[in-house]
DNA sequence: ATGGTTGCCCCGCAA
């Protein structure tokens, strides 16, 4: 089974181009971030015309997500357990059931920007992440199958943004926000992609200023942590960079500023 | 050192 994640900075906006990719690598389950819209706004025929269980937690103007499912989802969670009184909608969970395959439980997360650091902004996003690392540890007691993946907005290690002194001050590549994103890897979750692909240079998201993306000066900020027990099931992963060209799929809208991250199971 | 882009939706904010 194919589970990807994409921010798309706007399902609306890019709906042709978003289709255009689920019709090329027909995920069976894929987790959006950035939507930017109320649930009545999300374009649910098109997915469900394709084959997609919908469900969705969004948000006008800002965040907003959403796990769309080919196979039969149960246990829907909106909202990171634990953080109640969480007004911005960046958390989504359920319970996969593959026709082909054993269950696995698919949460889908936009990890608060955090800029400008430091600053309540940036209180925000470590205190996020320490529910996230809860939530993580409920889970891990289970010795279920479980991904965490979405737009982390964490870059883990220099090795994963272009110019890395050019982040040095930023919310996503503070030595903190590094630190707690280890501390929830080393619970013992693995990146799947870094895993595959232990030497690679690979980015997920360009600027859409200073030329970022014709120059390549990106940063590697989506991510898919795998469970153990996911883990032991990993067959394959990638990024889709090609979404991110002017020249992709249909020129009726513009790309979003994220790729999709995808990985296969067995 | 500055400015450069995009979406939402009404104009500045978030990224």
Known sequence: MKIASWNVNSINARLPRILEWFDAATPDVCVLQEIKCLDE???VGAFEDRGYNCELHGQKTYNGVALLSKFPV???IRGLPGNDDDDQSRYIEAMVFPDDAEPVRVGGLYLPNGN???GPKYDYKLGWMAHLKARAEALLKTEEAFILTGDYNVIPQAEDVHNP???ADDALF???TRAA???IENLGLTDALRHLYPYDVFYTFWDYQRGAWQKDHGIRIDHVMLSPQAADRL???GVDRTTRDPGFGSQE???SDHVPVWITLD
């Open 235 to 237: 067959t394959s992963g």
């Open 174 to 176: 503070l030595p903190a």
């Open 181 to 183: 994103f280890r501390e």
């Open 253 to 255: 809208a513009k790309p």
């Open 74 to 76: 149960e246990d829907v």
């Open 116 to 118: 400008p650091a430091p």
């Open 165 to 167: 002194a050019a982040w």
């Open 41 to 43: 706004k999300f374009p």
